[in-house]
Each structure stands twice: as structure tokens, then as C-alpha cells.
């Protein structure tokens, strides 16, 4: 899935290529099956969030919940003994619906967080029709660290009471300068009924 560059501007023309700065490496995929929670910890060769890549994407596809509600995830420095992390974060949303009468920007005053450990929610409320769902994407940036703080940006958009399109933009950081070693997503009620979230490690040569 890596990014590719050319050596000129026509594709006809092109000679050489190569892989561009960013390739994205597949980590692991997680499959939910009425799940409570889908938690990324161990890997084949260990923890999945360690110093072999300087940033981390998870990929959120056709996530489905069991009863509306928000999607959201929490991190560790345990190794998934506690999900508690304190975070001070930001949230704000488009959206707008099938019949086109109804449209906003606006920041989610309710949905951000001030040095909370509480779960961070990168949605709001998705429908449980059978074609609702969630898709977007998480980026964490150096969980490895011990020295900073652990930055993340989220992009999400759901389908909301059944009726609404919903693009969220959410983005913060983990005030600890132990290292982030593991991540658990859920809904803040009922389960993951099915969807898949893929993890991916950022080269940064």
C-alpha cells in the first residue's frame, strides 16, 4: 500500500520510480463479532505500539453498532491492564442530511476533553440501521516516546440517526511521557456487531 513517486511530470515518460517517504505497513486487522471492545496489544512479535515506527494508523471500516451510540477508544501504558490515559483533546463537526435542509459546523463542546482519563469519542451517535456504520481513520504519532507527549488526529464519518452524513474532525494528545503501548475502541453502549480495523506503521524513510 505504499505511496509511489515518478521521476517526471507525464506518467507516459516515466523511467524510473520509487517508493515515497510514508510507506504504510500492515500491522494487524481486527474483526468484530458482537464485540465489547477491540483492543490492539500484543502482535506476532510482541506489542503491537513500539519504537519500530514513528507513527501508527488505524483504519476504521463499516464499523456497526448494536445500539446508537459513539464510537470511541481509550489508550494504555500497561500493556491493556488499564485504558485510562489523560488526554486534553478537541472535536469539532460538519454535517448534513438526506432531505438537504438541515447543514452545520460546529465545534462539540460535549465530545472534547480536559485532562480527563475518560474514553475520547470520534463520533456521535451512529444509526443501527443494517446499512449504518462508521469509517475514517486514527493517527497516533511516536507512542514510543518517553520523553513527549503522545499527538493524535482523527477523521471519521458516520451515519447518524439514520438519516445523517456526519464528518468529524478530532485531534489531542495523551498528557504522559510513558510510552503508549496499547489502544481498545468500542461504543459507549451496547457492542461492535461487525467491522474491521486495520493497523498500519508509517515508515519515515
Known amino acids: 500500500m505504499a505511496l509511489v513517486k515518478y521521476n517526471n511530470n507525464s506518467i507516459s515518460n516515466v523511467t524510473t520510480t520509487a517508493l515515497?517517504?510514508?510507506?504504510?505497513?500492515?500491522?494487524?486487522?481486527?474483526?468484530a463479532s458482537s464485540s465489547s471492545t477491540l483492543s490492539?496489544?500484543?502482535?506476532s512479535n510482541g506489542v503491537v505500539l513500539d519504537n519500530?515506527?514513528?507513527i501508527y494508523r488505524f483504519e476504521f471500516i463499516n464499523i456497526h453498532p448494536s445500539a446508537q451510540a459513539n464510537f470511541e477508544f481509550n489508550f494504555s501504558t500497561d500493556s491493556g491492564s488499564n485504558y485510562?490515559?489523560?488526554?486534553?483533546?478537541?472535536?469539532?463537526?460538519?454535517y448534513h442530511n438526506e432531505s438537504g435542509d438541515t447543514t452545520t459546523l460546529e465545534y462539540e463542546a460535549g465530545f472534547d476533553l480536559a485532562q480527563s482519563t475518560n474514553f475520547q469519542k470520534i463520533t456521535t451517535n451512529t444509526g443501527?440501521?443494517?446499512?449504518?456504520?462508521?469509517?475514517?481513520l486514527l493517527t497516533l504519532?511516536?507512542?514510543?516516546?518517553?520523553?513527549f507527549v503522545k499527538h493524535f488526529i482523527a477523521r471519521t464519518n458516520n451515519y447518524f440517526e439514520n438519516v445523517y452524513?456526519?464528518?468529524?474532525?478530532?485531534?489531542?494528545?495523551?498528557?504522559?511521557t510513558s510510552s503508549i503501548d496499547a489502544i481498545q475502541f468500542r461504543f459507549s453502549s451496547g457492542n461492535i456487531d461487525s467491522g474491521k480495523i486495520k493497523l498500519y506503521g508509517i515508515k519515515d524513510s
Open 84 to 94: 485510562n490515559v489523560t488526554k486534553t483533546t478537541t472535536y469539532f463537526r460538519s
Open 20 to 31: 515515497a517517504e510514508g510507506s504504510l505497513v500492515p500491522i494487524k486487522t481486527l474483526t
Open 40 to 43: 490492539f496489544v500484543d502482535g
Open 52 to 54: 519500530t515506527y514513528p
Open 141 to 147: 504519532f511516536n507512542p514510543s516516546s518517553t520523553t
Open 128 to 136: 443501527t440501521d443494517n446499512d449504518a456504520n462508521t469509517s475514517g
Open 165 to 176: 452524513s456526519v464528518d468529524s474532525f478530532i485531534a489531542g494528545y495523551g498528557n504522559t
